[in-house]
């Protein structure tokens, strides 16, 4: 009936807030891991893993990253793992691309940030759902997402239709969001809904969210 319950407004400053929910009995057919499959299944959202600066500073490495490329339709990915940038209507490998050249783009300082925030947000995921950080492993690499009001021009470009990643990727059991800018301040929209069979329950981004 179009009911919408806000589980994090972007005005908000979240220790941590974790709802728990029923897990899918589609877990049922897919293979488990000992000690990485979820034993409870549920939402987190927190705003205390890193610092709205060092959300600044993570975004100012999207940005920089991001400017060498583009996607023609709404969605640009930026992979610092691969090195796949989004350039048009496809991906160029970014450290094939431009050799030496990527030292005067990145520095030593931003993989080393970019690391450690990731790490942060593994072992939050760890203690939150009760396994052990070292259990914990990254199937699919991480990404920079960014996204404006264009038109899709491929499949790629399509981030607006429900979802269910580990459907998409049979390895996911967690997934997890950082938001390094603010909704209603910094864009319009934007917003991520879980679409739960009595009411959509969505959260405000929010740099460091």
């Not at 993570?58 to 583009?70: F, H, N």
């Amino acid at each position: 009936d179009g009911v919408t319950e806000v589980l994090a407004h972007g005005s908000d400053t979240l220790q941590d807030k974790f709802v728990e929910v029923p897990c899918s009995e589609d877990y049922e057919s897919h293979k488990r891991f000992a000690g990485c499959t979820p034993r409870k299944c549920g939402r987190g959202v927190t705003d205390a893993v890193i610092t709205r600066e060092e959300a600044e500073r993570i975004r100012r490495i999207a940005e920089r990253g991001l400017s060498l490329g583009g996607s023609d339709g709404g969605a640009s990915i930026l992979d610092l793992h691969s090195g796949a940038l989004s350039l048009g209507k496809h991906f160029v490998n970014l450290y094939r691309y431009f050799g030496d050249k990527i030292q005067d783009i990145f520095t030593e300082e931003d993989f080393a940030l970019y690391r450690d925030v990731r790490q942060r947000i593994q072992q939050r995921i760890a203690q939150v759902f009760g396994i052990s950080s070292s259990a914990l492993y990254l199937t699919k690499p991480t990404f920079f997402s960014r996204m404006n009001s264009t038109g899709a021009k491929t499949t790629h470009d399509e981030y607006w239709h429900p979802h269910v990643d580990k459907v998409t990727y049979g390895s996911f059991d967690y997934t997890s969001l950082l938001y390094l800018s603010d909704y209603s301040k910094d864009f319009g929209g934007g917003r991520f809904v879980f679409m739960d069979a009595d009411s959509n329950k969505t959260v405000e981004p929010r740099a460091g969210r």
